[in-house]
């Protein structure tokens, strides 16, 4: 098993740029998850998954998009890139009986 | 929503010490408490959880402890290494068969120097 992956791993974008930061896992997890991290901070969440086709939104959505069209994807959309999106963003799934996230390694994105 | 205030946010002991890091939640409802350890550019990695059922868990040198009625759950780690200093987060959640969100306090850095 993979566990949780995610690409790119570092990413520049200039000031209105979009991109999609890609998650996949290979544990038939029903329950997935987009966090961001600033500097110095705890994790926020930003959308959340509960199943293919069912999403919904965090702590922190604004300025974001996901979709969840098969159980292993999860892909993130940034539209519009500002400076305030500039955060660690990390991906992570949950399923069965446990209670454990399981995290990817994270893309760093920096907008300038 | 859950709120999660974590304390102290930065932490310094000396080798073979104890290291105590205090999270208090506001949820009632929340039911699972884990604790993650992130090293320096890493992935934050679970290192001990406890569930609303249980009042304390213990895994070799880390214990976590929980108080329901005053919503707030510890970290003790015994006998402190090097390898230990990194930064630590709690996190609170209610996991039911349709949700489950992880609502993370704001870490704490902790420093183990020789």
């Known amino acids: 098993n993979a566990g949780v992956t995610q690409t790119p791993k570092f990413r520049i974008l200039k000031i209105g740029q979009s991109m999609t930061l890609q998650c996949t896992q290979d544990m038939n997890h029903n329950y997935m998850y987009w966090y961001r991290q600033d500097p110095g901070m705890g994790l926020k969440l930003i959308y959340y998954?509960?199943?293919?086709?069912?999403?919904d939104k965090g702590e922190v959505p604004n300025g974001y998009n996901v979709s969840r069209s098969t159980t292993e994807d999860f892909p993130l959309r940034l539209e519009l890139a500002a400076p305030s999106q500039t955060s660690v963003y990390f991906c992570?799934?949950?399923?069965?009986?446990?209670?454990?996230?399981?995290f990817g390694p994270g893309t760093r994105l920096t907008v300038t | 929503g859950e709120n999660v205030e974590q304390h102290p946010s930065t932490l310094s002991v000396q080798e073979g010490d104890s290291a105590v890091i205090k999270c208090t939640y506001s949820?009632?409802?929340?039911?699972?408490f884990p604790w993650y350890k992130q090293e320096l550019g890493k992935r934050p990695q679970l290192i001990i959880d406890?569930?609303?059922?249980?009042g304390e868990k213990k895994d070799q040198r880390i214990a976590v402890t929980l108080n329901k009625t005053a919503k707030h759950f510890s970290l003790h780690i015994t006998e402190t290494q090097p390898e230990d200093s990194a930064v630590y987060f709690c996190?609170?959640?209610?996991?039911?068969?349709?949700?489950?969100?992880?609502?993370f306090g704001t870490g704490t850095r902790l420093q183990v120097t020789l």
């Open positions: 996190a609170a959640s209610f996991r039911s068969g349709t949700a489950s969100k992880l609502t």
């Open positions: 998954s509960v199943g293919a086709g069912i999403t």
């Open positions: 992570a799934s949950l399923g069965g009986p446990s209670y454990e996230q399981y």
């Open positions: 406890i569930r609303s059922n249980v």
């Open positions: 949820d009632s409802a929340s039911n699972y």
